[in-house]
C-alpha cells in the first residue's frame, strides 16, 4: 500500500536550540523552519555533531527550543507546560532510539505495555495492545524473554512494538539502524516502511548513512553547523 | 500511572538492588524496633503500674470516716451556731452509703490486737477482717496455699513475716490450726450505753502465707499481719478503738464503725461518690488525684523514650536518602527512558516516592516484629530476674494495635520525607541529558 500524504504533521518555524557551555555559545539548531506532513518519511542526515538529534528531540517534546515555534496536533510545542508535553509524548509520538532503550529487568512484554502503563490504560486491553505489536515485530514467541536473550535486530523490534503499542502519529527515530549491522538495519528499516504503509504513519528518522536515508525514506533533510542545508523529496522514493 | 502501577514497578526496582534496599530497609527497621521497643516498655510499664494500683482498690474506692466533729467544734460563728446531731458511722449509715447509684460494695475496716496461740505459745499481733473482693486486689497473686472459701468461714491467711515467727519451714504452717485470744465487746444491759470488755478465743484454719502485705490505701489492712474474712471479723465484735470515742459521745446503743471502705463503679465514678458522702455528714477521701498525676508521669516517659528512640530512625532515614540518591544515578537512562515514554515529572517523583514508601512499610513491618521480640526478651529477662529472688513475673512491656500502627505509620512517613528529596532530584532530570548517561 503506497502512503498517503496528508495535511501538515509537525511543523517548524524559524526554531533554534542554544546551549551555553563555559563562555561558548553553542548554536546546536540555528533557525531552522520545517514542514512535515502526514505519511511522510523523512530522513534527517547530517554528521556527527550537525544537530540531527537535538533536532529530532526537539520534535519530540524532549526538549524545548530557545527560540521559534514547533506546531504539532495544533499545539505549540514550545509554549506547553512540562506536564502537556509528556502528555504529547505519551499520546502524540513513539521514539526508537540507537540503543534501543530496553529497560533490561523486563521481559519483551513488558517493556512493550511501559507506554500503556503511563497512559492509564486498562489492564485487559494491554494485554491485547502488547500482544498485536509484538506479533508486528514478529516476536509474540519471545514475549516472555529479557532483552538480554535476543539479539540486536529483535531489540530493535521491540523498541518499535514499544514505540507502536501507544498508536502514535509521528515516529521518531533517532539513528534506529547505528548498533547493527547492514542486514540487520535493512531488516529494522523494512519493518519501518511496512509500519508506515500500512499504519500511515509519519515516521521522522536521524541518519549519518546517505545510502540508508535515500533507500528508504520519502524526504531527505540535510543538516550541518544546526542548519537545515538541503530539503527534498527523494526521486523515486517508495 | 495508576498506584497499582506504580508499586508494581517500585517493587521490582527495589528487588534488582536487593542487597542494598534490604540494609536500607533493616535500617529502618532497627530505628522503628528500637522506637517500639522503648515505647512498649513504656506502655508495658504503664499498665503493669495501672493494673497493680486498680487491683489494689486504691483508684476506685472512697474510704469513708466519722463525722469530724466530734460535738461542737471551730470558732466563735460555729460556736454561736446550734449545735447539730453527729452523724454516726454505724450500720443504718453503711446500708445507705450502699444505697448509692454505682457503689459495688460497703465494707468496714476492723482491725483489732490479739495474741496468737500456736504450739502452745503466745504470739502478739494484729488482726484484720477481709472482703473475697480483696482476692483482685493482686496481694494475693502467686500466694502459697488458698484464699479464703466465704465470708463465714473460720480461715486465717498469714503474712510472711509473721508466718517466720511462727515458724521457720512457713510451708508447712499450711493447713494447720492456731487460735486467737481478743476482747469482745459486749453491751451492758442497764442502758448506760456502756460495755464490758471479756476475753474469747477463735479457732482458724490456716489456709495460707500472703508474700505481701496486702495495702487498702487510707486506714487500710496494711498492718494487719494475720487476715481473716469480713464476715468472720464483724461477728467477733471484738473491741476497737473507736469504741471509746462512743462511750465519749454519750453511749452508742449500737456498734460504729472506725471507717468504711466504699468501692465503687469506675474511678469515673469517685468524685461523686465522695460528694454524697460528705454530704451525709462523713469524711470522704479517695486517691484519684494521685492516679491522674500517674498518667501524666507516663505520659512523660513515653514522649521521652519516643524521642530517644526517633534518633535510631532519623539515622536510617539518611540511608533511605542515600540508597534512593545512588538509584537515581544508576537509572539515570531509565528515568530519560520513562520521560520518552511520556512519564509526566510527577509520575517519576512518585515512583521514587512509592519506592522509599515501600520501604517504609517494610521495615516498619519488620520493626515492629523486632520490637516486640525486644520487648518480650526484655520480659524473659526481668522475670528470669524476679525469679531468682522468688518474686512473681511481671509483664513489662506491651505491644497494643495503636502502637502496631503508629510504627509502620511512622516508618512510612518518615521514609516519604526522606524520599523528597530524591524524588524531587529524579524528576528533574533533563530527559535528553539523561539518555546520553551511560
Do not use: C
Amino acid at each position: 500500500m503506497t502512503p498517503t500524504i496528508g495535511p501538515l504533521a509537525i511543523q517548524l518555524d524559524r526554531v533554534s536550540r542554544h546551549y551555553t557551555l563555559g563562555a561558548t555559545a553553542i548554536r546546536a539548531v540555528d533557525d531552522v523552519s520545517l514542514s512535515i506532513a502526514g505519511g511522510e518519511f523523512v530522513a534527517l542526515l547530517g554528521s556527527s555533531g550537525s544537530g540531527k538529534s537535538t533536532l529530532l528531540n526537539l520534535m519530540a517534546g524532549l526538549d524545548r527550543p530557545t527560540s521559534g515555534a514547533i506546531q504539532a496536533g495544533g499545539k505549540n510545542l514550545a509554549e506547553l507546560s512540562s506536564l502537556d508535553l509528556a502528555r504529547y509524548r505519551r499520546n502524540t509520538i513513539g521514539m526508537v532510539f540507537q540503543s534501543f532503550n530496553l529497560l533490561p529487568r523486563m521481559t519483551l512484554a513488558e517493556n512493550v505495555e511501559l507506554p500503556l502503563r503511563l497512559a492509564e490504560v486498562d489492564r485487559a486491553e494491554r494485554a491485547t495492545r502488547v500482544a498485536e505489536a509484538l506479533e508486528r515485530v514478529k516476536l509474540e514467541k519471545r514475549a516472555g524473554h529479557r532483552p538480554a536473550e535476543l539479539s540486536g535486530g529483535e531489540q530493535q523490534r521491540t523498541a518499535i512494538a514499544r514505540a507502536l503499542v501507544n498508536r502514535p502519529k509521528i515516529l521518531f527515530a533517532d539513528e534506529p539502524t547505528g548498533n547493527l549491522d547492514s542486514a540487520t538495519g535493512e531488516s529494522i528499516m523494512n519493518l519501518l516502511l511496512e509500519i508506515r504503509s500500512s499504519l500511515g504513519m509519519t515516521i521522522v528518522m536521524v541518519t549519518h548513512e546517505r545510502p540508508l536515508a535515500e533507500k528508504f525514506a520519502s524526504r531527505l533533510a540535510v543538516m550541518g553547523d544546526g542548519k537545515l542545508l538541503r530539503d527534498g523529496a527523494i526521486a523515486g522514493a517508495k | 500511572m495508576k498506584l497499582r502501577d506504580m508499586a508494581e514497578l517500585a517493587v521490582r526496582n527495589l528487588r534488582e538492588s536487593i542487597l542494598r534496599n534490604s540494609l536500607t530497609t533493616l535500617g529502618v527497621a532497627v530505628g522503628v524496633a528500637s522506637l517500639v521497643a522503648m515505647l512498649s516498655l513504656g506502655v508495658g510499664l504503664q499498665q503493669l503500674a495501672s493494673s497493680r494500683l486498680t487491683k489494689s482498690g486504691l483508684f476506685d474506692t472512697v474510704f469513708v470516716s466519722p463525722s469530724p466533729r466530734l460535738g461542737v467544734r471551730g470558732g466563735a460563728a460555729a460556736a454561736s451556731s446550734p449545735p447539730t446531731p453527729v452523724r454516726l458511722l454505724d450500720e443504718d449509715a453503711r446500708q445507705e452509703i450502699s444505697k448509692l447509684p454505682n457503689v459495688i460494695e460497703v465494707f468496714p475496716q476492723i482491725r483489732f490486737p490479739t495474741e496468737v496461740r500456736f504450739d502452745d505459745k503466745p504470739f502478739p499481733t494484729v488482726v484484720a477482717g477481709m472482703p473475697l473482693s480483696s482476692k483482685l486486689s493482686g496481694a494475693f497473686d502467686g500466694m502459697n496455699g488458698n484464699f479464703f472459701s466465704s465470708e463465714s468461714a473460720d480461715e486465717a491467711i498469714l503474712q510472711i513475716e509473721f508466718a517466720k515467727e511462727l515458724s521457720a519451714d512457713t510451708k508447712s504452717l499450711v493447713g494447720k490450726s492456731l487460735s486467737i485470744r481478743y476482747a469482745e465487746r459486749q453491751q451492758l444491759e442497764d442502758g448506760s450505753g456502756g460495755f464490758s470488755i471479756v476475753p474469747k478465743d477463735k479457732k482458724l484454719h490456716i489456709i495460707g502465707i500472703v508474700e505481701t502485705e496486702p495495702a487498702s490505701g487510707f486506714g487500710g489492712f496494711g498492718n494487719g499481719r494475720l487476715l481473716i474474712p469480713i464476715g468472720v471479723a464483724q461477728s467477733l465484735r471484738a473491741a476497737q478503738v473507736n469504741d471509746l470515742r462512743d462511750v465519749v459521745r454519750g453511749g452508742a446503743s449500737k456498734p460504729t464503725y472506725a471507717s468504711l471502705t466504699v468501692r465503687v463503679k469506675s474511678t469515673a465514678n469517685v468524685d461523686e461518690i465522695e460528694a454524697s458522702v460528705k454530704k451525709m455528714g462523713f469524711g470522704a477521701f479517695s486517691l484519684l488525684d494521685a492516679s491522674k498525676s500517674l498518667k501524666i508521669f507516663f505520659r512523660v516517659l513515653d514522649l521521652l523514650l519516643g524521642l530517644f528512640a526517633s534518633l535510631a530512625l532519623a539515622v536510617a532515614t539518611l540511608g533511605i536518602v542515600n540508597t534512593l540518591v545512588m538509584a537515581i544515578l544508576e537509572r539515570r537512562r531509565e528515568i530519560g527512558v520513562l520521560k520518552a515514554l511520556g512519564a509526566a515529572d510527577g509520575d517519576i517523583k512518585r515512583l521514587f516516592f512509592v519506592e522509599a514508601g515501600v520501604m517504609g512499610f517494610a521495615g516498619g513491618i519488620a520493626g515492629v516484629i523486632l520490637g516486640w521480640l525486644i520487648g518480650r526478651a526484655l520480659t524473659l529477662a526481668t522475670n528470669i530476674y524476679l525469679k531468682r529472688q522468688e518474686l512473681p513475673g511481671v509483664e513489662i512491656s506491651s505491644v497494643p494495635l495503636w502502637l502496631v500502627l503508629f510504627g509502620i505509620g511512622f516508618a512510612v512517613v518518615v521514609s516519604l520525607v526522606a524520599g523528597l528529596y530524591p524524588a524531587s532530584r529524579a524528576a528533574k532530570l533533563d530527559p535528553v541529558q539523561a539518555l546520553r548517561y551511560e
